[in-house]
């Protein structure tokens, strides 16, 4: 089946950094990636869209400046949390979609096992 | 906007219990609806799915119907294993859209 990695799987930064975070589909091209956010006992929130070759579509509320969202290839999205704070501190999944996995208007999205961000 | 409500575990049940996790909806449109599953430590995994009202989605003995007429999603399972340990989320949306998800219930079966 689709397989989805991400990198790393846990970081600690101090307060100030940036925090690169790699999503990428190992046997599959995925035109759409996707980039969740879950907060401890709560629902995973879509943070932002992610299409190969073109910017990102951000939810409202979510600061594009702060999560920079690069999508080169359509192997590989990008999350950079920049000059991290401690409120930034959560856990992040990235999931991507396969075309050829599912019929139009209900294709399946493939989840990353997320990574676990600390900002001290 | 959209929504998914579903009941807030942790749900203990003993092995070969009978197993319902409610999930009821708000959306717009016609969206088709997912149960994905979260093992410990390892990433989020579909479960089953339903594209249109009245449609079954079923895998590994569960099922859930999509009720339009509800706006409900409710996950089942006759006999439940030890195994079946997990966090369950109820989604809505797919295709070109990102997935609404609800909180997550916490199951933990005992032997």
């Known amino acids: 089946g689709a397989v989805v990695s991400q990198h790393p799987s846990w970081v600690i930064c101090k307060s100030g950094t940036s925090v690169k975070i790699e999503c990428r589909s190992l046997?599959?091209?995925?035109?759409?990636m996707f980039w969740y956010r879950q907060f401890p006992k709560q629902s995973l929130m879509l943070m932002a869209t992610?299409?190969?070759?073109?910017?990102?579509?951000?939810e409202q509320g979510v600061e594009k400046d702060k999560f920079l969202i690069n999508h080169a290839s359509l192997t590989l999205s990008t999350l950079t949390v920049t000059s991290a704070h401690p409120e930034d501190s959560s856990f992040y999944i990235c999931s991507a979609r396969d075309p050829a996995a599912g019929t139009s208007g209900s294709i399946e999205q493939f989840f990353g096992p997320g990574t676990r961000l600390t900002v001290l | 906007g959209d929504s998914v409500t579903q009941m807030e575990g942790p749900v203990t049940l003993s092995e070969e219990a009978f197993l319902t996790i409610n999930c009821t909806y708000t959306a717009t449109g016609y969206p088709s609806l997912f149960w994905y599953v979260q093992y410990p430590g390892e990433g989020l995994q579909l479960l089953l799915k339903?594209?249109?009202?009245?449609d079954k989605g079923s895998n590994k003995g569960f099922e859930a119907t999509y009720r339009k007429e509800t706006t409900s999603f409710h996950l089942e399972k006759g006999s439940v294993q030890v195994s079946d340990s997990a966090v369950y989320f109820c989604a809505l949306g797919g295709g070109a859209d990102g997935l609404t998800f609800g909180k997550g219930t916490h199951l933990i079966i005992q032997p």
């Open positions: 046997d599959f091209q995925a035109t759409t």
């Open positions: 339903a594209t249109k009202a009245d």
């Open positions: 992610s299409n190969e070759g073109s910017k990102a579509t951000y």
